[in-house]
């Protein structure tokens, strides 16, 4: 390999950009007003109430160290249907909003540098009771569920996107996390992308921990062609693109 080369992706993974970085000219320093905490919708868009917290029923009081033990990337799944319930406790774990603390900023349940939350989630929902299959997108604050569209052969599709992994194609849900650089950027400039990229990993490890409350399994999957996925979801893929996606589905534990 490439030595040369080989230390220039490397210094991604460092944070010596952030010496050459000015702060002083970010959008933020400059006074600009911070991006929106998630991506506006219009008012006759078709929402979902999703399930808070008193009322989930199917959430089993499984320990920490019990989540933390059993968890394994899980790819195969059984023939069955998520609960709403059960849904809404995935989303609240993953991105759910803990407080808000303006029009820019809110706490969530998974952690994110400067608190600037980069991330949407869009969801490929094959079998959620109640829910008819489509793409749709959590909307945090709201604690809803937006949908988006629906898609012919969108299973064929998306397995097509994830480089042939099946398991998408037969997953009860799949999470596709996009990222939103400029929220990052607003704060961070050129320093943003790296804490993005970790920011999907925390999330993606709630997601983890959350499933084996819940009888449900998940894998990661970070291999997939880019500009497929993005067309797919229809986005430009420039000020948002595809950065994780994680299916889900019922397991025999
Ligand atoms: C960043 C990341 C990307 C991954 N991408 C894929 C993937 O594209 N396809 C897949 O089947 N598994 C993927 N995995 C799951 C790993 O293969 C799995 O975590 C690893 O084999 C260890 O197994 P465990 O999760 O059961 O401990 C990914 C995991 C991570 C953290």
């Known amino acids: 390999m490439n030595d040369l080369l080989l230390q220039q992706y490397r210094s991604f993974l460092k944070d010596t950009i952030r010496k050459t970085v000015d702060f002083s000219k970010t959008d933020q320093n400059l006074g600009v007003a911070p991006p929106p905490i998630e991506k506006p919708f219009s008012n006759d868009a078709v929402r979902i109430d999703l399930l808070k917290e008193d009322s989930w029923k199917n959430i089993s009081a499984i320990s920490l160290s019990e989540a933390i033990k059993n968890r394994k990337s899980r790819r195969t799944f059984l023939d069955r249907s998520l609960k709403l319930d059960e849904l809404s406790f995935l989303l609240w ?14 706490y969530r349940t998974v ?8 991330l949407e989630t869009y969801l490929y929902i094959l079998k959620v009771e109640g829910l008819d299959s489509g793409v749709y997108r959590y909307l945090p604050l709201e604690h809803q569920l937006l949908f988006e569209f629906s898609e012919e052969r969108m299973s064929e599709k998306l397995v097509k996107a994830v480089l042939r992994q099946p398991y998408p194609g037969k997953a009860a849900v799949t999470f596709i996390w996009t990222a939103l650089p400029y929220r990052m950027e607003w704060r961070y400039g050129l320093a943003a992308h790296k804490v993005i990229a970790i920011e999907a990993g925390h999330v993606c490890q709630n997601l983890y921990l959350a499933c084996e409350a819940i009888s449900c399994g998940t894998c990661a999957i970070a291999a997939y062609d880019q500009e497929t996925i993005d067309k797919l979801l229809r986005m430009n893929g420039l000020d948002e693109f595809v950065i994780y996606i994680a299916t889900v589905g019922k397991v025999k534990m």
């Open 111 to 118: 952690p994110s540098a400067g608190c600037r939350h980069a």
């Open 93 to 106: 774990a993953t991105q759910g909003i803990r407080h808000q603390i303006d029009q820019g900023h809110a």
